[in-house]
């Protein structure tokens, strides 16, 4: 019970920043910590058991090790070294070895006339500010296979009865892993470098950010920067070819609904959530800051009052983690802000769109932020939806699609793959369609397609690329009247002119 009053109350998308700005990370924190003998020394993520915080530790004797976090977690149940319940009972385990050490720690303080605890037979007497040297965690206690399973999906945070936090704990050791060890998978050093460099983890190049609005007739905020609406386009849907499709459903719905917005273009960066959540803060910093400016800039203008993204990370990270860089606006996902302009009629379903479909929940925009129901609307809203549900999978319980946590650029340690695990739930529901609100869940959900040969048979479609099939499909007029018919012209043969002459007279 005392952990469940101590739970955090902040956004559950939001990690904490590391420092204000990044020049105070670098100056503060991590260059003193390069000064020290043993680098890992310093409080640079976690590395040791002491690094946790007081809350922290009270999550781990909290744990009643029901097991319900590793029941339904992904990197669980297809096989992975990761299980929340495992790695917690781990780090307790650890503390209880050493708690000698970590209460002499504490009581350091202490007045010097209390009584000294007499040292053992061979012992050399007991310095108080000298107790403590705990190992590394990593790869000590915890395998490192262990963090870089997690797809920080949260399923383990919205099960525990008792609220115990997980994502938070992996991702600050991964922090250590990465900005102290150097110690990562080798796949992430390419979307590193492509962040940093290019501003979106497949290093494409900035000038091709826009490349997918050709024809669209779409303003950049440059050219209209009082625009009320920004619409941010993200990474996967300003390069991926799939996800383009979505970028060009919501841009015409929007476009349909006199919706007064624009875009960045060459100016619209990689948020860094695939590198905050793989434990690259310095890079996530770095481009926060510049994003932040950016936006910042545009707002001092009179524009960019709301922001609408379709990529629910890019969503979560402005929304819970951007004011922490002083970029505070209102960010809609895009499912809420397309449903805003079906209840205003602005957008009107005309068009049947028959079939059965089953929703699949994205992470970042369900258990992260609470939107489960926006996207069903949308499709209980057009004509000839037959809307289907997983069985216990589904909503808050929904399973991962695999590519969150910087996933998506890493190699899963097994050949059972999250993607297709859930691919196959979602299957199995008889759906001829999986529609979805996430363009990282659209690949995955694709990919798991693909992998059981039904390519033919069912389709990934975006919520918005099945409201642009119903409200932009071209209207069936009613069918014309046919006109009346015309009588035929009188005859002349001779018969016929003489009974006309006859009647005549």
């Known amino acids: 019970i005392p952990n469940v009053f101590f739970a955090a109350m902040s956004p559950k998308g939001r990690l904490e920043p590391m420092a204000a700005t990044t020049e105070a990370f670098m100056e503060e924190k991590l260059g003193p910590a390069f000064e020290l003998e043993q680098p890992t020394a310093a409080r640079i993520g976690v590395a040791r058991i002491d690094h946790f915080s007081w809350k922290a530790i009270l999550d781990f004797y909290t744990c009643t090790e029901c097991g319900r976090c590793s029941d ?14 495992h790695l917690t ?3 307790r385990d650890h503390l209880y ?8 720690r504490g009581m350091k303080t202490r007045r010097s006339d209390d009584p000294q605890p007499e040292p053992k037979e061979g012992e050399e007497p007991l310095d108080a500010l000298k107790l403590i040297d705990t ?5 000590n206690i915890v395998h490192p296979d262990v963090l870089w399973a997690c797809t920080t999906c949260r399923a383990c945070e919205e099960q525990c009865p008792v609220m115990i936090s997980y994502v938070d704990k992996i991702i600050d050791m991964r922090r250590n892993l990465v900005m102290v060890k150097g110690e990562f998978p080798h796949t992430l050093q390419k979307p590193f470098q492509a962040m940093e460099t290019n501003g979106n983890p497949w290093n494409l190049s900035r000038m091709d950010r826009a490349v997918w609005s050709d024809g669209l007739g779409i303003a950049m905020m440059a050219e209209k920067p ?4 920004l619409y941010w386009v993200g990474c996967a849907a ?14 015409k719905l929007m476009q349909a609904a006199g919706v007064d917005f624009a875009i960045l273009g060459q100016e619209e960066s990689c948020t860094g959530d695939p590198a905050r959540r793989a434990g690259n803060e310095v890079l996530f910093s770095q481009l926060a800051e510049m994003n932040a400016e950016t936006l910042n800039g545009y707002k001092e203008q009179g524009g960019i009052r709301t922001i609408v993204t379709a990529c629910p990370h890019c969503f979560n990270t402005i929304k819970n983690e951007y004011p922490d860089f002083g970029a505070r606006f209102e960010v809609v996902h895009h499912a809420e802000f397309l449903l805003g302009l079906l209840a205003m009629k602005k957008l009107v379903p005309h068009a049947p769109v028959e079939g059965k479909i ?13 939107i489960y129901e926006a996207p069903r609307d949308i499709l209980r809203a057009i004509p000839g939806v037959e809307l289907l549900e997983t069985e216990y999978w589904t909503k808050s319980r929904g399973l991962c699609c695999g590519a969150g946590g910087a996933q998506m650029w890493m190699e899963e340690q097994n050949t059972d793959r999250v993607n297709v695990k859930r691919t196959l739930q979602l299957i199995d529901t008889g759906a001829k369609t999986i529609a979805s609100g996430c363009p990282f869940c659209m690949t995955m959900i694709s990919d798991g397609i693909k992998s059981q040969n039904l390519e033919d048979e069912i389709k990934p479609l975006d919520v918005a690329e099945l409201l642009e099939k119903s409200c932009l499909a071209p209207r069936v007029q009613d069918a014309p009247v046919p006109p009346a018919p015309v009588p035929p012209p009188p005859s002349v043969d001779g018969d016929s002119a003489e009974t006309t002459t006859a009647a005549a007279e």
């Open 72 to 85: 339904n977690c992904p990197a669980h149940r297809t096989g992975k070294l990761l299980s929340p319940k």
């Open 89 to 91: 009972l781990a780090l």
């Open 97 to 104: 070895e050493n708690e000698t050490n970590i209460v002499e």
């Open 135 to 139: 190992v590394d965690l990593v790869p």
């Open 226 to 229: 009082n625009a009320e609406v």
């Open 238 to 251: 300003s390069y991926d070819d799939r996800a383009k499709k979505i970028a060009r459903s919501t841009a």
């Open 358 to 370: 089953v929703y699949h929940d994205s992470c970042y925009l369900g258990r992260y932020n609470g």
